[in-house]
């Protein structure tokens, strides 16, 4: 599998990425409140969406897949989403944003 990469400035789709156990690779804030994170899948990645009422499970999805979703409001997100979101906040705020992660 080629490793996949994306910069993306959303925190919220960062927080979903995250979510789904994407790691994060950088957080860039050279420009005050406007951080890009960066995300490099590099194994299999499994999502679920939601189309017309069911629940659809996308095998070997892309981060673009991800992003799509997102943006359409049919990704369904994990139940660790809510941590997700804590941790990408706090992300944008420390030394060495390779250390948020989300626990098991």
Known sequence: MEKEEKYIGDMYLAAAFL?????????DRTIPRRQKFTFTKDCPLTIYTIHSGVVLAVQNATL??????FVSETLL??????DAIKRIKASIHSDNPRNIHLED
């Open 19 to 27: 979510a789904y156990n994407i790691p994060l690779t950088s957080v």
């Open 64 to 69: 673009d897949d991800i992003e799509t979703n």
């Open 77 to 82: 997100f994990p139940s660790n989403y809510p």
